[in-house]
Structures are given as C-alpha cells and as structure tokens.
C-alpha cells in the first residue's frame, strides 16, 4: 500500500516549534514532490507547503510568511515540515501527500497517497 506515516506532533505552547515528518511507505521520494496539508476543527483541509523533486518550495497562501519550512531528505524517504512561532490557530491535523503528475499543487485532487495525519495543538 503506497502512504505516508506522518508523525512529530503533540501538544505545545504559544510561541514554540515542532517538526514534523513524514516518511514514504511501499514507495521511493526520489521522484515525487511531496505537499504538507492541515486541517483544522471545523474546516476544510488547506495546501499548506510543497516541495519538488528538486529541491524546489512552494508555500500557499498565509503559510508564506517565514514560520514554516520544509525540506526532505531522500536517503530516508522522508519529508519534514518545520513550524516556529506556534499559534493557537495552528491546531489541525496536518497530512503529507504525494502528487501525482510530479507538478507541486495546492489543489489536493493532485495529490495521493494520503497518510493518516499527525494532530498538533497549540494551547496555553
């Protein structure tokens, strides 16, 4: 089965950081660009960030501002997302994908092998 196992979420405070992983199941990055997704309670799911094949990075709308960054590491089939300067609007459950035409998108129905989500809560 082809997905992601994302992981590195937990509960943190205003003003902190996490990174967060998602390592490729049953399939190699080398030739994938990989989007980072959140959705938060309520709402519908978001394109947050993605990156090429090449190294190249795209981030989507208000996820443009310097708090997040993401990168990847093909020698373990891994892409990460950092986010610094939490807020408490940062709470959802962000998901990794794969695009499938090997074109980064903000459009989800480009995107494949969803893995579960891993839940970030940013509270005081």
């Known amino acids: 089965q082809l997905q992601f196992v994302e992981s590195g979420g937990g509960l943190v405070q205003p003003g902190g950081f996490l990174r967060l992983s998602c390592v490729a199941s049953g399939f190699s990055l080398d030739h994938s660009p990989v989007g980072w997704f959140r959705q938060a309670p309520g709402k519908e799911r978001e394109a947050v960030s993605c990156?090429?094949?090449?190294?190249?990075?795209?981030y989507w709308g208000p996820y443009a501002g310097g708090r997040f960054a993401i990168s990847r590491d093909n020698t373990k089939n891994t892409v990460s997302l950092q986010i610094n300067n939490l807020k408490l609007e940062d709470t959802a459950t962000y998901f990794c994908?794969?695009?499938?035409?090997?074109?980064?998108?903000?459009?989800?129905?480009?995107?494949?092998?969803w893995g579960q989500g891993t839940q970030v809560t940013v509270s005081s």
């Open positions: 990156i090429s094949s090449s190294d190249g990075r795209w």
């Open positions: 994908a794969r695009a499938q035409d090997e074109i980064c998108s903000e459009h989800l129905y480009r995107f494949d092998a």
